[in-house]
Nanobody, 121 residues
């Protein structure tokens, strides 16, 4: 089984910064795409940023020019640097990791439990 754990959330003032971390652990043969999503109260979960297995990245419209996604392949970790935070960035941030447990297996998506980010003065 693969376990995904996010950390780094908290309360921050508007204009501030946070860095989220996500670690995948367990019986992992290989990791593929890694991504961050956000779910705010009353809204659907939306993509914030994704780093593909190739290393290419893509950002959701709300994250462009303010957030940076990066990864540590050796440690099966993905990070989200968030700057110039706004109240509308408030929500639960979830990490999704595509991973295969066995050689030749098609990678599946594994989700973490989420970490709360609150942007408020």
């Amino acid at each position: 089984q693969v376990h995904v754990v996010e950390s780094g959330g908290g309360l921050v003032q508007p204009g501030g910064s946070l860095r989220l971390s996500c670690a995948a652990s367990g019986s992992i043969f290989s990791v593929g795409d890694m991504a961050w999503y956000r779910q705010s109260p009353g809204t659907e979960r939306e993509l914030v940023a994704i780093i593909y297995n190739s290393g290419n990245v893509k950002y959701g419209d709300s994250a462009k020019d303010r957030f940076t996604i990066s990864r540590d392949i050796a440690r099966n970790m993905v990070f989200l640097g968030m700057g110039s935070l706004k109240p509308e960035d408030t929500g639960v941030y979830y990490c999704r990791v595509e991973a295969a447990i066995w050689r030749g297996e098609v990678r599946q998506s594994f989700w973490g439990q989420g970490t709360q980010v609150t942007v408020s003065s």
